[in-house]
Every structure is written in C-alpha cells, then in structure tokens.
C-alpha cells in the first residue's frame, strides 16, 4: 500500500540537542512538507519541496533544516536554536503542479526536556 | 494570497444529530477547497474535495459539503452524527495555478455526546 511514513511516534530529547524527524513515501510525490501543530493553531508549515535537492522555507523556518537527497524521503532537523521545539510535527506530500491535493503522514510528538 | 477562516473553535452535537461546520475563504479566482479530518495524535485524512462542477461535493464517512461562490463558504454537513466522528476537522483552500500549497484553517473540534 502507498503512503506516507513518519518516525518515531514520539521522541523525547534534551534541550539543546539537535534531533531529526524521519519522513518517507512511496506515492511517487514530487512535493513533500513539515507542518507543525500546536493546540489551537492549526497546522504551520516548516519547510517544502517541490523537487530533489531543492527545498524552501515556510512561514517559520528558524531553528529548522531539512534535505531532499532523494524523492522518497524528506527528514526534518530540529536543532537547538528552536527556541519552542516541543510539538506534533506533521509530515506531507503532494502530485505537485496544480494539485494541491495533500497526503498525511501520522506525525510524530516531540517532547523536549 | 488566499486564506480560509473556521469561525467555530469548538461545536457540541448530540450522537444521531445533524451537523454542520463552517468554512469562509477569500481567493480571487475558482479555489480548490478541501476537508480534512483529524483524530486525537494523528495525521490528517481527507474528507473530500472541491475543484470544480457539481457544487455539492461528496466525502466518504456520510460527509458532504456544498460551494457556495456568492457566500465564499463551503461548509461540511453530515446528517446523523456517530460518536466516532468526534475528531478535529480543518478546511483547506488551494489556489487554481502557480503555488500549489493550500492554506488550512485553525480547524473545529467536534465533540459528541452520547
């Protein structure tokens, strides 16, 4: 079956640590995604990309990295300088072009100390 | 720029009721409007999905929702509500050429009571 993975579940991290989320799919997407959600806020997004190596930042990107070294996956880094890290972070992709049509990965929590 | 309003935060309904929940969006041209449904630590599943045609849109799950131009809405209605229906459920506009990352809504959370 195609679809979206996300892992871990939950991950807990000391602050100041830097920690990655892992994203996978095998729905064939050019485009992927890093949303995250806070209670009453909807879902942000992090970071996109709409092609292989080329990735560009959402609405509130600082204290993030991502990579998109191959179609299938896109992990998302936390790093220290995140000053608020903990929260659901949702992992998406799309057909791209004029779709906008998004897949849901299950998310992962991340809980820092 | 579009953007999408869900003036609800929270709607209480009781189990067998009907419900409705409304979503208000603003983009110049023909939208792509969608709803999502999300349950408690989970990623969003989609309800269903307006790109054009027939105004009255139906979703799996019971769930429908009706495009309004004139009202720039599309709100989902369901005729009898189950109690697994209790979830969080987000409206999402996309624009019709050029970005094609939609826009969600703060979204509704839907209680049901037995």
């Known amino acids: 079956d195609g679809g979206i993975t996300q892992s871990p579940k939950y991950l807990f991290r000391k602050e100041g640590q830097n920690v990655t989320l892992s994203c996978e799919q095998n729905l064939n997407h050019d485009a992927m995604y890093w949303y995250r959600q806070d209670p009453g806020q909807g879902l942000r997004l992090i970071y996109y990309?709409?092609?292989?190596?080329?990735?560009q930042k959402g609405d509130i990107a600082e204290g993030y990295s991502v990579s998109r070294e191959k179609k299938e996956s896109f992990p998302l880094t936390v790093t220290s300088a995140q000053k608020n890290p903990t929260a659901f972070y949702l992992c998406?992709?799309?057909?791209?072009?004029?779709?906008?049509?998004?897949?849901f990965g299950p998310g992962t929590r991340l809980t820092v100390l | 720029a579009q953007s999408v309003t869900q003036p609800d935060i929270h709607i209480t309904v009781s189990e067998g009721a009907s419900l409705e929940l409304r979503c208000n969006y603003s983009y110049g041209a023909t939208p792509y409007l969608f709803w999502y449904v999300q349950s408690p630590g989970q990623g969003l599943q989609l309800l269903l999905k307006?790109?054009?045609?027939?105004?009255l849109v139906q979703g799996i799950k019971g769930f429908e929702a009706e495009f309004k131009r004139s009202q720039s809405s599309f709100n989902l209605r369901k005729p009898s509500v189950h109690w697994s229906d209790a979830a969080e459920y987000f409206c999402a506009v996309g624009a019709s050429g050029g970005s094609y990352i939609p826009t969600f809504g703060r979204g509704t959370s839907l209680i049901v009571h037995p």
């Open positions: 990309s709409q092609i292989v190596n080329d990735f």
């Open positions: 998406a992709s799309s057909i791209g072009e004029d779709s906008n049509e998004q897949f």
């Open positions: 307006y790109f054009s045609g027939d105004t």
